[in-house]
């Protein structure tokens, strides 16, 4: 299959998405990390972050390679590393890769770049009057 340009958007952002999320949801299950556990985790993601980095300097894509197919297995693509679009596809998505792993390590650290969906709905004007008790609702006006 030929990977226009619509191809490479839906590959690209699954494959930023299924990193960000895969990570985040390996923190919410994962267990309680001692503080030397937690350095060593961040070395390791800085050290992937500078592999991505080297990579994109020598413009060697086959750190991309297995994260594409597997991207493109998802949403059921065969991906041909034939086609003349492969070594765009594959560059950009050192770069998503280096973005996420970015996000990831920000994530890492309790940096996120939103509030929790979570709190958001609860901010929500039905989830706050819900909260409010009935004698203080009569007093806003």
Same mark, same amino acid.
């Given at each position: 299959m030929a990977?226009g340009q619509?191809?490479?958007? *839906?590959l690209? &952002?699954e494959?930023?998405?299924?990193?960000v999320e /895969?990570?985040?949801l390996?923190?919410e299950?994962?267990?309680y990390?001692t503080?030397d556990?937690a $350095?060593y985790? $961040?070395a390791c993601s800085?050290a992937?972050?500078?592999a991505? %980095?080297h990579?994109?300097?020598? %413009?060697? %894509? *086959?750190?991309?390679?297995?994260?594409?197919? *597997?991207?493109?297995?998802?949403? &059921?693509?065969?991906l041909n590393?034939?086609? *003349?679009?492969?070594?765009?596809?594959a560059?950009r $998505?050192l770069r998503?890769m280096?973005d996420?792993?970015?996000e990831?390590?920000?994530?890492?650290? &309790?940096v996120?770049? $939103?509030?929790?969906?979570?709190?958001h709905? /609860?901010?929500?004007?039905? /989830?706050i009057?819900?909260?409010?008790?009935?004698?203080?609702k &009569?007093?806003?006006?």
């Open positions: 990977i619509d191809m490479m958007a *839906e690209l &952002g494959l930023g998405c299924f990193l /895969a990570r985040e390996a923190r299950v994962s267990p990390l503080t556990a $350095a985790e $961040a800085q992937a972050i500078d991505l %980095r990579s994109l300097r020598l %413009r060697d %894509r *086959e750190a991309a390679r297995t994260p594409l197919q *597997e991207a493109a297995m998802r949403l &059921g693509v065969v590393e034939d086609d *003349e679009d492969w070594p765009c596809l560059y $998505a998503v280096l996420a792993a970015a990831n390590m920000r994530r890492d650290t &309790g996120y770049s $939103a509030p929790s969906p979570y709190f709905s /609860a901010r929500s004007p039905a /989830a009057q819900s909260v409010i008790p009935p004698d203080v &009569g007093m806003r006006k």
